[in-house]
């Protein structure tokens, strides 16, 4: 229920209605999101105060721009459509005491759009103009030189608004600044200080924080005691798909989608969608709200022409510049490509249908991720060429999480969301994997079993012999990996690859770099990673591999002259 007029309300308003209507283009996350805030301010459970969307722009606006052309001009800040309706779901839905709606919010925005002064715009209002007693802000990272990108524009703005100092008595050092009454902003690095009772706490470039986990919830913990406090995760996308912050950016997906409930956390996530061709200019400034303003179209089209000539670069400027996460900034697999395929048919409607299927299963033996795929031809209803669907099973021993606790995090939510299996114990359950292929094998026709000839023989033997599956040693050298890697490029493509979306393959087909020698390319992991797994991918080729013979020999010889 809307209270009261304003001008910035009104913009805040007519912004959301031009995302939900598609005038403006944005991606599925911003459309829900403004959605959502719409329905705040038309209904009856909230209330839009016009008169503190008034304020908190108001106040943004008294400071001045401190890099461009802008600042050159001494000229104040301006905020944009978008700012302003963060700035009004953040501030101006409050419930019937006066009291905010969101107590968390989660910003992810590509580079160069703003986004430091933005939060530093934030955090001097809830420091001085928030009318909270001995207010704490903290603006936490995980080194010193990451905190002060949000840190330093506070204190520049401080310094070079007229008036500030004088106006709210505050004291600005290089490390802190104060009031009089008692306020504090400071800069958190690392471990979170003891008996903080934070007003505000921003963690910057979260997806680069080793210690957010650790910080977000100390804050949230310390937060208890304030009436109306806020956290505020901003950040671009990174590079660590099984990491705390990529989990968080997905739980605040899936309150978007409706398949979680958090009313009190507020999500503005600008990328693209998944079914977006990234080569495809439009989409560059759909992903980036402030093109044209706090950087010029001419550099993000300068940018959009290196990730299309200089394949090396594409992995970084897609993560850094349309929010695309990935798991590696050499990334050998597109993951906007692979995300535009999460389309498979559901698992039901494949089974006991008579398709033919291959299935590869890269197995491994004490603390480590064993995964079968099974890659299912569903045949074209018009007759046209037919679609491999791929579906994974992952298994991991128990024990391992407490093994390697830089994946125990995303491990756990796998396991609880059926995307990973956990086995008892500290080794591979090869009853468990016998079990699945010989399931998977009544339900296709299944043209053969790839494993791998160092960790499957006593498996061979026995599924040959009793269940009379079609099992083949699959060596994962060069020339037997490097034909089912260029058949996946094309299919992938072409949308002729499709898999269910489990997210650990997701993470595991990132993590993909291609080794090289000679003209030849096999699935490795990236250097000096031993943790970022690549099991699922490599069972995806080695099925691939198998279904791509197209020879008079048999399979057998096939790979025994590759070999």
């Not at 579906?391 to 606790?405: D, F, G, K, S």
Request: charged share 25%; hydrophobic share 40%; net charge negative.
């Amino acid at each position: 229920m809307r209270q009261g007029k304003g001008h910035f309300a009104d913009v805040a308003i007519h912004y959301a209605e031009q995302i939900v209507a598609g005038e403006i283009p944005a991606c599925w996350q911003i459309v829900a999101s403004c959605r959502a805030f719409l329905a705040d301010v038309e209904g009856d459970t909230w209330t839009f105060n016009a008169a503190k969307v008034e304020r908190v722009c108001r106040f943004a606006e008294t400071f001045p721009y401190l890099e461009g052309p802008l600042a050159s001009k001494k000229l104040k800040l301006k905020l944009e459509p978008w700012q302003v309706w963060i700035l009004a779901a953040l501030f101006g839905l409050v419930d019937q005491h006066g009291h905010r709606k969101h107590r968390e919010a989660f910003i992810e925005i590509p580079r160069k759009n703003g986004k430091s002064t933005f939060a530093a715009v934030i955090a001097l209002y809830m420091l001085v103009a928030d009318y909270e007693p001995r207010a704490q802000v903290y603006i936490g990272a995980t080194a010193l030189n990451q905190a002060d990108f949000c840190f330093q524009p506070c204190r520049d703005m401080a310094l070079r608004a007229p008036g500030f100092v004088g106006h709210w008595g505050t004291t600005i050092t290089k490390k802190k600044i104060e009031t009089r009454e008692g306020s504090f902003m400071e800069r958190m690095i690392g471990d979170p200080p003891d008996g903080s009772n934070p007003h505000l706490a921003i963690l910057d470039e979260a997806h680069e924080n080793h210690n957010f986990a650790r910080q977000r919830g100390t804050m949230q913990t310390g937060m208890g005691a304030r009436t109306q406090p806020l956290l505020v995760t901003i950040t671009t996308a990174g590079f660590n798909e099984a990491g705390d912050c990529r989990l968080l950016q997905a739980q605040c997906e899936q309150i978007l989608s409706g398949e979680l409930t958090d009313i009190r956390r507020f999500s503005a996530i600008y990328t693209i969608d998944p079914k977006d061709d990234w080569r495809d200019f439009e989409v560059w400034k759909k992903a980036n709200p402030n093109v044209g303003i706090s950087f010029s179209e001419a550099r993000l089209r300068e940018l959009y022409q290196t990730a299309m000539d200089v394949p090396s670069e594409k992995p970084v400027l897609l993560t850094k510049h349309l929010n695309v996460w990935q798991s590696s900034s050499t990334a050998w697999v597109n993951m906007k490509d692979w995300d535009g395929n999460a389309d498979a048919l559901p698992w039901e409607e494949v089974i006991d249908k008579g398709y033919r299927a291959w299935i590869g299963a890269d197995l491994s033996r004490l603390l480590d991720t064993t995964a079968i795929v099974a890659l299912v031809e569903v045949p074209s209803l018009d007759g046209g060429e037919a679609t491999y669907h791929a579906y994974p099973t992952i298994m991991l021993p128990e024990m391992a999480i407490q093994r390697q606790p830089k994946n125990a995090v995303a491990y756990r939510e796998w396991a609880a969301s059926d995307e990973l299996v956990l086995t008892p114990d500290d080794e591979t359950d090869f009853a468990a994997v016998e079990a699945k292929l010989v399931k998977l094998c009544g339900q296709f026709q299944v043209q053969g079993v790839a494993v791998d000839q160092w960790q499957a023989a006593s498996l061979s033997q026995r599924l040959r012999a009793h269940y009379d599956v079609p099992v083949l040693t699959y060596p994962q050298n060069f020339q037997n990996m490097h034909p089912p890697m260029s058949k996946f490029e094309k299919l992938i493509a072409l949308g002729k690859l499709k898999h269910n979306g489990n997210r650990m393959m997701r993470w595991m087909t990132g993590n993909v770099v291609a080794g090289r020698h000679g003209e030849f390319i096999r699935p490795t992991k990236p250097p000096r990673m031993d943790h970022a797994k690549i099991d699922a991918f490599v069972s995806l080729m080695m099925a691939l591999g198998l279904a791509s013979v197209d020879a008079p020999a048999p399979v057998e010889v096939w790979l025994d002259v590759l070999d």
